[in-house]
C-alpha cells in the first residue's frame, strides 16, 4: 500500500483577482516530498483557487499511484463541504466539487481534514510563488 499526505492550497489576491494554488505531496512513511507544485490561476475567488489546487493535488497523488492519501487543507469551507457538513450552494464551486469527488472515487482510501494556515506553510508558499511569477512553479518532479 502506498500512503501519501497532500497539502494544499489556493488563494487570489483580490476576490476575485490573480490567483494561486500550491500541493505538496509526501510519502506518508518518511515524510519526504514526492512531488511539489505552485500554480498560476489567472483570475479566479480565493474558494476557487482552493478547489483548483485541491484537483492539482489530487491528480498528483492518482500519477503517484497512491492508495490512502492524507488530505490537508486550510480552507475550512472546502473541507467541511467535501466531508458533508456544509452544502455547496455556489454556482461556480459546484462543478469544481464534483469533479473533486470523481476524482477522489479513484483513490482507494482518503481522509480530508482542516489544518490551521501555519501548518499549511508550504502548500502556501508554492501558491504565493504562482502567483508572484504568474507562472507555474515545479519544485520536485519525481512523477
Not at 455556489?90 to 469527488?101: F, G, S, T, V
Request: charged letters at 25%; proline letters at 3%; a negative charge.
Amino acid at each position: 500500500m502506498k500512503s501519501m499526505t497532500l497539502h494544499t492550497d489556493g488563494g487570489a489576491r483580490g476576490n476575485p483577482g490573480p490567483a494561486g494554488a500550491g500541493i505538496s505531496l509526501c510519502d506518508a512513511t518518511t515524510g519526504e516530498a514526492v512531488f511539489e507544485a505552485g500554480y498560476w490561476l489567472d483570475k479566479m475567488t480565493n474558494n476557487q483557487a482552493e478547489y483548483t489546487g485541491l484537483l492539482k493535488g489530487i491528480e498528483a497523488a492518482i500519477s503517484a499511484a497512491a492508495d490512502e492519501v492524507a488530505i490537508y487543507s486550510d480552507s475550512e469551507l472546502m473541507v467541511k463541504q467535501l466531508n458533508g457538513e456544509y452544502r455547496v450552494k455556489n454556482a461556480n464551486i459546484k462543478p469544481l466539487y464534483e469533479q473533486a469527488w470523481q476524482k477522489l472515487k479513484l483513490i482507494p482510501k482518503w481522509k480530508i481534514h482542516h489544518v490551521r494556515r501555519e501548518d499549511n506553510r508550504r502548500a502556501d508558499q508554492l501558491a504565493n510563488m504562482a502567483m508572484d511569477m504568474k507562472e507555474d512553479v515545479i519544485s520536485t518532479d519525481e512523477i
